[in-house]
């Protein structure tokens, strides 16, 4: 099956800091990723999906200029969380699809503490 | 975005009952999945349904896509204490965007 990383898998970080987020698809072509956010005991809720080449199309009630994501090639998208605070600590999940993936894939996803 | 409603929200059986779960929504979709999901990690894909009606098998798991398109449910049956984890259904669109469920936590008592 598809095969898809997250880098890193946790982070802690200070309240104001940046922290980026890396997803791969690993073997295959991901010309579209999407990224989730999971609370604790929670569904996934979509935040945005990415296209290969193009701007990320954010769910309604996310920031863009918050979460800046960027998918530069057909393996990599990567999630920035600018100026971290506290309620931004979640489990952040990213998946992808692509040529001959007929569905989303999932990444072991990757923990936020904010401090 | 939209959500899915998933019930029940939890179950704790005994090693060795049947478990069974549905996710219905309001809206029509035209691939249902059903994921499950331990802690701190990504879901993984247990069965996909591509067509109101269909009845798929995964081992010990069934699922079903609803004739109406807008409900499936998932059986697992002899459950056993690996079992343990979130099941979420998703509901799938064109274009490939998701809409999940709320999830149904699932504990094993062996």
């Known amino acids: 099956g598809a095969v898809v990383s997250q880098h890193p898998s946790w982070v802690i970080c200070k309240s104001g800091t940046s922290v980026k987020i890396e997803c791969r698809s690993l073997d295959f072509q991901a010309t579209t990723m999407f990224w989730y956010r999971q609370f604790p005991k929670q569904s996934l809720m979509l935040m945005a999906t990415s296209n290969e080449g193009s701007k990320a199309t954010y769910e309604q009630g996310v920031e863009k200029d918050k979460f800046l994501i960027n998918h530069a090639s057909l393996t990599l998208s990567t999630l920035t969380v600018t100026s971290a605070h506290p309620e931004d600590s979640s489990f952040y999940i990213c998946?992808?699809?692509?040529?001959?993936?007929?569905?989303?894939?999932f990444g072991p996803g990757t923990r936020l503490l904010v401090l | 975005g939209q959500q899915l409603n998933q019930s029940p929200q939890s179950m704790f059986i005994q090693e060795g009952e049947d478990v069974s779960m549905n996710c219905t929504s309001s809206s029509i979709f035209n691939t249902w999945l059903w994921y499950k999901q331990e802690p701190g990690e990504g879901p993984v894909l247990l069965i996909a349904l591509y067509k109101a009606g269909e009845l798929t098998s995964n081992g010990r798991l069934t699922a079903q896509f609803g004739i109406t398109r807008k409900d499936s449910f998932l059986n697992i049956s002899a459950s056993i204490p690996s079992d343990v984890g979130i099941y979420f259904c998703a509901g799938q669109l064109p274009g490939n965007q998701f809409y999940f469920g709320t999830g149904t936590s699932l504990t094993v008592i062996p």
């Open positions: 998946s992808a699809t692509g040529q001959g993936v007929w569905t989303q894939y």
